[in-house]
């Protein structure tokens, strides 16, 4: 499952990048980080949203309800009515912060 939630963190790191790319000053689509393979919801986020979810590598953005799909060991930190910011802990918080791509890049 962290696994599947990291690989869509992945994606929406190459979003980000691109709407950075542009200057794109409006909320960018991005991928649902809930656990669920064949999930496909969208949130649309402003790009210093993203940064604030981004801000620790065990977060993830999920649509509301989906955080059921993230299994135990977590806590919803931001709570809006488009999107939940959770927090993960224990192994799956461990997988998720080897896996950050902003972790990866600094060399950590």
């Known amino acids: 499952m962290a696994e599947n939630e990291a690989t869509f963190r992945d994606a929406n790191e190459?979003?980000?990048l691109r709407a950075r790319e542009l200057n794109?000053?409006?909320r960018?689509?991005?991928i649902c980080e809930c656990g669920e393979p064949s999930c496909k919801e969208i949130i649309r986020l402003t790009l210093e949203e993203?940064?604030?979810a981004r801000a620790e590598g065990t977060r993830f953005f999920v649509v509301p309800g989906h955080e059921v799909n993230a299994g135990p060991g977590v806590e919803i930190v931001v709570r809006s009515d488009d999107h939940l910011v959770i927090e993960k802990d224990g192994v799956a918080g461990?997988?998720?912060e080897r896996r950050d791509p902003r972790q990866q890049a600094a060399g950590r």
């Open 14 to 16: 190459q979003i980000q």
């Open 24 to 26: 794109f000053d409006e």
């Open 28 to 30: 960018v689509p991005f």
């Open 50 to 52: 993203y940064e604030q």
């Open 94 to 96: 461990e997988v998720a």
